[in-house]
T-cell receptor, first 121, second 107 residues
Framework: QVQLVESGGGLVRPGGSLRLSCATS????????MTWIRQAPGKGLEWVSY??????????ADSVKGRFTISRDNARKSLYLQMNSLRAEDTAVYYC??????????????FGQGTLVTVSS | SYELTQPPSVSVSPGQTASITCSGD??????VCWYRQRPGQSPILVIY???RRPSGIPERFSGSNSGNTATLTISGTQVLDEADYYC??????????FGGGTKLTVL
């Protein structure tokens, strides 16, 4: 079955950096787009970024553009999110999700359990 | 930027029909999907491409999208359907936009 397991969350000071990872199994990773979605404590879902199956296309929300970088390693079946210049408002649970793109439709059909990132001094 | 608007809360009695709306400019021209999130759990997809159900999602879940409004309809609502529901659509400028979420209460 499809499994997505995030790691790398934790407490970081404002201005600091963190790298999230998402290990996958149960599907052909290289066939799928992947995405990161986050949820601040007690708030709604916010789409963060996606990457195409061969990493040719990357897309970012305005709120993270220029600070976050999404990447993938198809040989390791893993997704990453490098987060720099972190701010308090980046505090959230970060979900990795498999992303199905049938233009112009796009939807996340499987989510991981999430990893908590806390930005605080 | 593109915005999707949902009512903060919807209440329904068990066995009745719940309707959750999602509004956005010319939303009918886009494809909408819906997610359910129970407290402390990850979201799950319940409707994609406006009205298609993933395997494992009961037939009582249906969706529609026309004009400026998409609607998630849950027929014969059960207590286990109580959760937060989020709509999402892809916008070429704003990316994967989510609605603010609707808390469905079944009582």
């Amino acid at each position: 079955q499809v499994q997505l397991v995030e790691s790398g969350g934790g407490l970081v000071r404002p201005g600091g950096s963190l790298r999230l990872s998402c290990a996958t199994s149960g599907f052909t990773f290289s066939d799928y787009y992947m995405t990161w979605i986050r949820q601040a404590p007690g708030k709604g879902l916010e789409w963060v970024s996606y990457i195409s199956s061969v990493a040719g296309s990357r897309y970012y929300a305005d709120s993270v553009k220029g600070r976050f970088t999404i990447s993938r390693d198809n040989a390791r079946k893993s997704l990453y999110l490098q987060m720099n210049s972190l701010r308090a408002e980046d505090t959230a649970v970060y979900y990795c999700a498999r992303y199905v793109v049938v233009a112009p439709a796009a939807y996340a059909d499987y989510f991981g359990q999430g990893t908590l990132v806390t930005v605080s001094s | 930027s593109y915005e999707l608007t949902q009512p903060p809360s919807v209440s329904v009695s068990p066995g009745q029909t719940a309707s959750i709306t999602c509004s956005g400019d010319k939303l009918g021209d886009k494809y909408v999907c819906w997610y359910r999130q129970r407290p402390g759990q990850s979201p799950i997809l319940v409707i994609y491409q406006n009205n298609r159900r993933p395997s494992g999602i009961p037939e009582r879940f249906s969706g529609s999208n026309s004009g400026n409004t998409a609607t998630l309809t849950i027929s014969g609502t059960q207590v286990l359907d109580e959760a937060d529901y989020y709509c999402q659509a892809w916008d070429s400028s704003a990316g994967g936009v989510f609605g603010g979420g609707t808390k469905l209460t079944v009582l």
